[in-house]
């Protein structure tokens, strides 16, 4: 049981430490920008994943969901589902290709090699995680995962530490520009469709209440810890990361070439547990729909997807990210209108 809870609170944390997450730009942007507040902004963060990781998980349990498909529809009815699952069939791929040209970004910029290959090779093991389901999703987050947690707790540490010799360079304090609690409750919302999609697909996985509870928090809590420490850091350096894209990475460079190398590996792992758990659980749906073997639908999915992620990686960005932003919140609210009429 103990080895399930640690299986699910990976796959939850790999869903959710995609580029934006890794590279610690959204950090600065919903934390480390609101000042010292943004410790608390953390906190809160921390428990509300903490909370909405057990909450879906207990459902899926609870009523035996096993895709999103059956929890779209089982919450909202076939009329408003259907809509709503075409939407998230679309958000998947997107995030996917994000991934992807994520990874031929990083790729063609940190490694000096051609964006192409960073793209193939995220393709080619996707591929191959694919094929054994979600054994291979789970076997993935379990590796690389911990390894993403322990370097930016490594990197986290160092920077505290030389703090000293580094406060009279990099920070000189500077005024809150946000409210920590709105900025929480953004972050947390931003990210939680996709977390949802990606859990709804964990029954097999979850042989217990207990391990759907476990996973959720265990889930909740080590993210809130990678936040912290990639909080202290960006506060720390503040004034220097703050207009930089990719500020662990301008961090990392503080301490060495080989910090840096060593962080851009970390940076791509956390693109590919994005990438796996989001294309992991649309294949799970395409095979259903159109019912042809599985290797058959993971070879024309990462055929496909490798020239869709040839739009580049900030482009891709700039445009879906706000575009789901907006309509996820719309779900959000018709959600709570739904649980809310429910209860009346």
Request: net charge positive.
């Amino acid at each position: 049981m103990k080895k399930n809870v640690l299986k699910v609170a990976s796959i939850y944390i790999g869903t959710l430490i995609g580029a934006g997450f890794a590279s610690g730009q959204e950090v600065v942007y919903f934390f480390t920008r609101n000042g010292i507040n943004g410790l608390y902004g953390v906190i809160f963060t921390s428990i509300l994943f903490s909370l909405f990781g057990s909450f879906v998980l207990l459902q899926v349990h609870k009523y035996k969901i096993k895709s999103y498909h059956d929890f779209v529809i089982s919450f909202f009815g076939k009329f408003i589902g259907k809509g709503i699952e075409w939407f998230l069939s679309l958000l998947l791929l997107s995030f996917y290709c994000v991934m992807l040209a994520g990874s031929g970004a990083l790729f063609e910029e940190y490694f000096g090699c051609g964006k192409e290959i960073g793209i193939v090779l995220m393709s080619v093991i996707c591929f191959f995680t694919f094929i054994f389901s979600i054994n291979g999703l789970a076997f993935v987050n379990s590796v690389v995962v911990p390894l993403i947690i322990i370097g930016i707790i490594y990197i986290g540490t160092y920077t505290v530490h030389e703090s000293k010799n580094l406060m009279d360079i990099f920070y000189g304090g500077y005024e809150s520009e946000g409210n920590w609690i709105v900025s929480a409750l953004l972050y947390v919302s931003y990210n939680t469709i996709s977390a949802a999609v990606v859990l709804s697909a964990m029954y097999p996985l979850l042989s217990h209440k207990k391990v759907a509870l476990g996973g959720g928090i265990l889930g909740g809590t080590l993210l809130g810890c990678m936040l912290l420490f990639l909080f202290l850091p960006t506060y720390l350096c503040y004034t220097q990361v703050k207009d930089v894209q990719i500020p662990m990475m301008s961090i990392a460079s503080l301490m060495s070439t080989k910090a840096t190398v060593m962080y851009g590996i970390l940076l791509w792992g956390a693109m590919l547990t994005t990438a796996i758990a989001n294309g992991f659980v649309l294949i799970q749906t395409l095979e259903k729909k159109i019912k042809i073997k599985r290797i058959f639908v993971c070879i024309l999915f990462c055929i496909v997807t490798i020239p869709l992620s040839q739009f580049g990686f900030k482009r891709l960005v700039h445009t879906l990210y706000p575009f789901f932003g907006y309509v996820g919140f719309f779900i959000l609210f018709i959600s709570l209108f739904k649980k809310i009429g429910h209860k009346i």
